[in-house]
């Protein structure tokens, strides 16, 4: 006798489809839209990191929109005397440095060494060839240059659109935030607004903390140079405190560049500046960093290394920079989160504590057992 199959059928809700889909929607967006909304972020948490300064001025009477200007100002008028100070100098080695490369070939094609690795394997015309090949794409090169232009371009557009976006998120900071707790209940707000206001603190201290280790960076490698007779010694450093402000390989670049200028002084030189960069960043990395951070954001060695690996790993350069200030925002969230869960198990803990504790007895009743006879 055959059993007829029963048809199951699911049911799935209206509301629960328009969830799903929405859901969906909103990934897609973001995925479509990641390096928009990195671009935000990274503009949020400069205008964060600068708020304690603006909200300093405003405690002194200024009005918030001012403050922010004069603020942005003085960063860029900063920016700008060490681009003009440094911009010239620059140039010139880097126009005497292409000048010279003439002469270091034909200097470095005398020698008997690179004569042996000529002559074996044909390389002499491998050479000719590449050269010839070199010429006569000349062309495709010159357009690569003007795609490299249009890039440069594009990347000062989006350098202007993220100051000015940064720009009007701090002067309207306060108001937005009024905005966004205005939907909360009273209790919440009384809880969350200052853990806000720890948040944006600890974002503004990770900031002076980067900011500080690229000065450290920038006196090593200026001090290594002069010691060891590199040109523009003064503009290296510069250099190096930029790329320095992006942790791990950044800072590594800042590092060849170095060792390639000392190249040009001597190779004894260029060996000298290569143990002083790999020592210096082993003690950045292990040693200043979380000395630095955890000084001013109090995160532990640990979490900063640990930080910064993953979040570089999941978002490049960004991530890299952005690391220290979300680890310092959801260590202050989660430490306000858990807070009524700890100060219950330790209000748990010291009633254990009082019940197992022996009570000392009274004198009195001490006496009186010394006198009864039962006793």
């Known amino acids: 006798m055959s059993r007829t199959p029963q048809r199951v059928e699911i049911a799935v809700p209206v509301r629960t489809l328009v969830t799903i889909s929405i859901f969906g929607g909103l990934v897609l967006l973001v995925v479509l839209s990641i390096e928009t909304l990195l671009s935000i972020l990274v503009a949020g948490v400069l205008a964060l990191g600068l708020d304690p300064i603006v909200g300093a001025l405003v405690r002194r009477g200024w009005k ?33 440095f292409v000048q010279s490369l003439p002469a270091y070939w034909d200097e470095l094609t005398q020698q008997d060494w690179f004569q042996t690795i000529i002559q074996t394997g044909n390389a002499d015309d491998k050479i000719r060839d590449l050269l010839k090949d070199l010429a006569s794409g000349l062309p495709d090169a010159a357009t690569a240059v003007l795609g490299i232009a249009g890039g440069v371009f594009g990347s000062i557009l989006s350098l202007v659109t993220l100051t000015f976006l940064a720009l009007f998120l701090l002067m309207e900071r306060p108001a937005i935030t009024d905005w966004l707790f205005g939907f909360a209940p009273p209790e919440v707000d009384h809880r969350w607004r ?3 206001e720890d948040s944006i603190s600890g974002i503004s201290s990770s900031l002076v903390g980067n900011v500080a280790i690229s000065i450290v960076a920038a006196t090593v490698a200026g001090v290594s140079a002069w010691l060891l007779g590199l040109p523009f010694p ?78 570089g790993s999941l978002l490049g350069v960004v991530g890299a920079i952005l690391a220290v200030p979300f680890a310092v925002v959801i260590k202050i969230m989660m430490r306000e989160a858990g807070r009524p869960r700890r100060e219950q198990m330790a209000a748990l803990r010291a009633a254990d504590d009082v019940a197992i504790t022996p009570q000392p007895v009274p004198e009195a009743a001490q006496s009186r057992g010394g006198n009864d006879p039962a006793a």
Do not use: C, K
């Open 194 to 196: 200052p853990v806000l």
């Open 64 to 96: 918030r929109g001012v403050a922010a200007l004069a603020v942005f100002a003085g960063l860029f008028a900063a920016v700008f005397v060490i681009v003009l100070v440094t911009a010239g100098p620059l140039w010139d080695q880097i126009t005497e």
């Open 234 to 311: 003064i503009v290296l450093a510069v250099i190096t405190g930029f790329l320095d402000l992006i942790p791990q390989i950044v800072a590594t670049v800042a590092a060849i560049i170095l060792v390639a200028v000392a190249l040009t002084v001597s190779t004894p030189a260029a060996i000298a500046m290569l143990i002083i960069q790999l020592v210096y960043q082993q003690l950045e990395n292990y040693v200043v960093y979380p000395i630095v951070y955890r000084r001013a954001v109090e995160l532990t060695a640990f979490t900063t290394i640990v930080s910064v690996l993953i979040a």
